[in-house]
């Protein structure tokens, strides 16, 4: 049986829109044997082949909803679709949110899906992570941990 993943998804350039990259590189630092770590930018068919075959698939993501920078939340998207106001940062091709739902309508969804947004301040280019999802990192880190703890 393949590994879980985390797909971590974002852009450097473009300030708290690096969070899912960054929890990757905190996870990276932890060590996580038996669990894949993957970069990327939200494409649908990277994070359906991404995902494909495996037990549980953990994405991490920005995600604008009127909330204060660096809130984490996490959603259990197996089987139910994500909340409405649960937008994923859509600085990045199409969307993460966009690309789990459409998973879910061709039947392609891992056996195990968690989707953990931060809640970011500034995505625009050249923008600078913000302190509060800077510390949101761990946090986020944190919750993959659990989900992954039980995979």
Do not use: Q, Y
């Amino acid at each position: 049986m393949a590994d879980p993943v985390v797909l971590g998804i974002g852009n450097r350039d473009r300030g708290d829109d690096a969070v899912g990259l960054l929890v990757l590189d905190e996870l990276a630092a932890r060590g996580l044997p038996g669990v894949d770590l993957m970069a990327g930018d939200g494409d649908p068919g990277w994070m359906l082949d991404a995902w494909e075959g495996r037990p549980c698939a953990v994405v991490v993501d920005a995600m604008v909803t009127g909330a204060a920078p660096g809130t984490v939340v996490s959603f259990d998207a197996s089987s139910t679709a994500l909340p409405s106001d649960a937008r994923l940062s859509s600085s990045h091709a199409l969307g993460a949110a966009t690309s789990v739902e459409l998973a879910r309508a061709l039947g392609r969804l891992p056996k195990r899906l968690f989707v953990i947004g931060v809640e970011a301040g500034s995505v625009a280019l050249g923008s600078s992570l913000s302190p509060a999802v800077a510390t949101a990192v761990g946090l986020a880190a944190d919750a993959a941990m659990e989900v992954l703890a039980d995979a």
